[in-house]
């Protein structure tokens, strides 16, 4: 007894509050009946738990199961034919879906339509009716075109600016011209050279992306409606709306830039043209299935790889590679 009672008192020190299950508190409230109640600070809980136990006991003996009450739920058979009926058709509201439904043989409540287009994401006509935010840019980025500038400073402290576009549908990236002292005569010049170099692809495009900076002057904008291409500038300080061209900065900083001491402009132009040439002909791109701005397929997958081999070649002095299959 004194080496129980010894284990009992180190287990106290140890726990705090002991972890019982379901099982363990019916048969502890089981064994309080069979004890007198004078014996019953022998347990580790208070005589009002032990009786709080039993009470629970006894009315899970003998209350019976619970009908559920309102309607029958609904199965995910129906579920997915509301989906369906909603997806392949985009202009029927819930009462016409409800309609549907009913020459099916299902009997739904407008309202349960309703719940299970919202759960889902689907949301009622019309907001159903029209693309999505992802198609709609998608299908626009066929005519849209984005510019921005660069700057990147030399080893003697000069900044150097930089005008590209990029075509979002490709994403193929033109380096219009650098220099130190970019006016708006300078920009209008290269928006000129650009048009020229597109000749007939200038018909493709629609929109122009830049943003509110003063050197893009009238007669830079005007190149441009010639050409048929209307010029949206973004918000003020608001670099998301023109996400593409900012994100290109990002990518050519951190893979080539930010790596390379720049010693002036024909320098830093002839970085940035090599680096052109494998951004739009060989780097993948995910918003194109991984394929290069230049590249319209994707090479056929390889059957056997132990008789392929891969073959490296360094480009931009040797700062990227570029793998491809060995002839």
């Known amino acids: ?87 392949d058709n985009p202009t029927w509201g819930c009462r016409r879906i409800q309609g549907e439904m009913t020459g099916l043989g299902y009997r739904l409540a407008a309202s349960t339509i309703w719940a299970i287009l919202t759960t889902t994401g689907a949301g009622p006509a019309p907001r159903r009716a029209g693309p999505t935010w992802t198609e709609f840019l998608t299908t626009q980025a066929k005519g849209i075109l984005s510019c921005d500038f660069l700057h990147v400073d030399t080893i003697g402290l000069t900044r150097v600016y930089v005008l590209f576009l990029m075509e979002i549908a490709t994403r193929r990236v033109h380096l219009l011209g650098a220099t130190t002292n970019p006016t708006g005569e300078w920009v209008a010049q290269q928006a000129r050279n650009l048009m020229m170099d597109l000749d007939d692809r200038a018909n493709q495009f629609r929109f122009l992306i830049r943003d509110r900076d003063a050197k893009y002057t009238a007669a830079f904008d ?41 010693y002036n402009i024909r320098h830093l132009l002839a970085v940035l043209g090599e680096y052109l040439t494998h951004y739009n002909g060989h780097r993948p791109h995910q918003g194109r299935g991984q394929r290069p701005p230049d590249q319209d397929t994707v090479p056929a997958p390889v059957t056997d790889l132990g008789t392929v081999r891969v073959r490296r070649r360094k480009v931009v002095h040797g700062l990227i590679n570029e793998y491809e299959q060995a002839a």
């Open 1 to 87: 007894m004194l080496v129980l009672r010894h284990q009992v008192a180190v287990l106290h020190r140890q726990v705090r509050r002991p972890d019982l299950e379901p099982a363990d508190r019916a048969v502890l409230a089981g064994l309080s009946r069979l004890l007198p109640r004078t014996r019953w600070a022998a347990f580790f809980v208070t005589p009002a738990t032990l009786l709080r136990w039993h009470r629970n006991l006894i009315a899970r003996r003998w209350t019976y199961p619970r009908r559920r009450r309102g309607r029958p739920p609904i199965t995910a058979e129906v579920r997915q034919l509301v989906l369906r009926l909603a997806r």
């Open 222 to 262: 005007t190149v441009f409606h010639a050409a048929g291409v209307e010029v949206l500038r973004t918000p003020p300080q608001a670099p998301r709306a023109n996400a593409f061209a900012e994100r290109w900065v990002r990518t050519v900083r951190r893979e080539c830039l930010d790596r390379t001491l720049t």
